[in-house]
């Protein structure tokens, strides 16, 4: 079985009128099974930039990504949905929540764009949302909780659909330690007891110790690198 995810030289560049930003600069990684991947390192330093291209969300400028075997960089724009739909959840750092939908709608929404509907989404949509801790908020809308617990829905909607691959831009940003602690606990359990790749971009030292592999990312770079 090849690994989650491989990239090669893997580079993006942003090109605005004249001027180019190279926001990742030839990044050669693997990323295993049953591992949390904690992306740190300071504000502008490529985080969200990588973790987009491994989400299929972000096209490369140039290198080549794999996602399960599958060369995800020479794929047609119409192509790159099945990849997402069969593989990966991403957790957005703006939350991406629908506002006219309840959090119960939102995770049943999500699960659907996976081909999982009816008692099969029902169940795995109030399970989450209850791990989450939102029991008793599953039916009000996005605007009507706060800012902590809108981002356990958008926790909540990429954790139901059991993709083997979990892409989280800074999750743990607005929860305060308790909260944060819990969603972190709850993503390394699931890397752990089902053997899902986790990748987390964050600037939250308070779950460093709940992270197994730490990248500290520098201006496009992957500087340094620890294994717990
Ligand atoms: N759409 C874009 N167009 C042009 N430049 C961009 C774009 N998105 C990001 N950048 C630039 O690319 C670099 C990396 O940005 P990125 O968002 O990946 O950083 P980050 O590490 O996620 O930062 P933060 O911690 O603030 O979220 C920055 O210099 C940024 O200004
Ligand atoms: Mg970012």
Redesign the pocket.
């Known amino acids: 079985m090849p690994d989650p995810v491989v990239t090669k030289e893997l580079t993006k560049v942003?090109k605005?009128g004249k001027i180019e930003?190279t926001?990742l600069k030839s990044t050669n990684l693997i990323l295993e099974k049953g591992v949390v991947v904690g992306l740190f390192?300071p504000?502008?330093?490529?985080?969200?930039?990588l973790l987009s291209m491994l989400g299929c969300i972000l096209r490369p400028t140039s290198g080549s990504l794999n996602i399960f075997g599958n060369e995800v960089c020479g794929l047609a724009e119409e192509d790159l949905p099945r990849i997402r739909r069969e593989f990966i959840s991403f957790i957005f750092?703006g939350f991406n929540l629908f506002p006219a939908l309840t959090a119960y709608e939102n995770v049943i929404l999500g699960l659907k764009m996976k081909g999982i509907v009816g008692e099969d989404a029902d169940k795995r949509a109030c399970y989450m949302l209850s791990e989450v801790g939102l029991k008793e908020r599953m039916h009000f809308l996005p605007r009507d909780v706060s800012g902590g617990q809108r981002q356990r829905i958008a926790v909540a909607r990429a954790l139901a659909a059991d993709s083997p691959i979990i892409l989280a831009d800074e999750p743990t940003g607005n929860l305060d330690q308790s909260n944060g602690r819990k969603v972190m606990e709850l993503l390394k359990h699931m890397a752990a007891s089902q053997r899902r790749c986790i990748v987390v971009?964050t600037?939250d030292n308070r779950i460093m110790d709940l992270i197994d592999r730490v990248l500290y990312?520098e201006d496009g770079s992957i500087r340094q690198e620890k294994r717990s």
């Open positions: 942003y605005e930003v926001a390192g504000s502008g330093s490529g985080k969200t930039t750092q971009a600037h990312m």
